[in-house]
Nanobody, 124 residues
Framework: QVQLVESGGGLVQAGGSLRLSCAASGLTFSQYAMGWFRQAPGKEREFVAAIRWSGSSTYYGVSVEGRFTISKDNPNNTVYLQMNSLKPEDTGVYYC?????????????????WGRGTQVTVSS
């Protein structure tokens, strides 16, 4: 059974930093591209960042590029999202997702498995 478990969310002031983690089990992690998405209340799920199976390439949403960094630790089956210079508009539930096949990593339909999410709240 595949499980993706996010952690590291919380409440932070604007300008602060958080590091999210997503621990994967039940899959051959090194074969999967990983992505982070977020969803604010009343809004659609938004692409945040993705990383190819090997970690060789990364992709970011326009609103987070230059502030967030995604990384992948294949031996430890974990993907991270380092979030710096946080803004109130970064508030939402952050989900990690795993994709085995090729595709557009900014599309939710590309992903095969999803975690349950972790709440990030940025106060002004």
């Amino acid at each position: 059974q595949v499980q993706l478990v996010e952690s590291g969310g919380g409440l932070v002031q604007a300008g602060g930093s958080l590091r999210l983690s997503c621990a994967a089990s039940g899959l051959t992690f090194s074969q999967y591209a990983m992505g982070w998405f977020r969803q604010a209340p009343g809004k659609e799920r938004e692409f945040v960042a993705a990383i190819r199976w090997s970690g060789s390439s990364t992709y970011y949403g326009v609103s987070v590029e230059g502030r967030f960094t995604i990384s992948k630790d294949n031996p430890n089956n974990t993907v991270y999202l380092q979030m710096n210079s946080l803004k109130p508009e970064d508030t939402g539930v952050y989900y990690c997702a795993a994709a085995l096949g090729p595709g557009h990593y900014s599309y939710t339909a590309t992903y095969d498995y999803w975690g349950r999410g972790t709440q990030v709240t940025v106060s002004s």
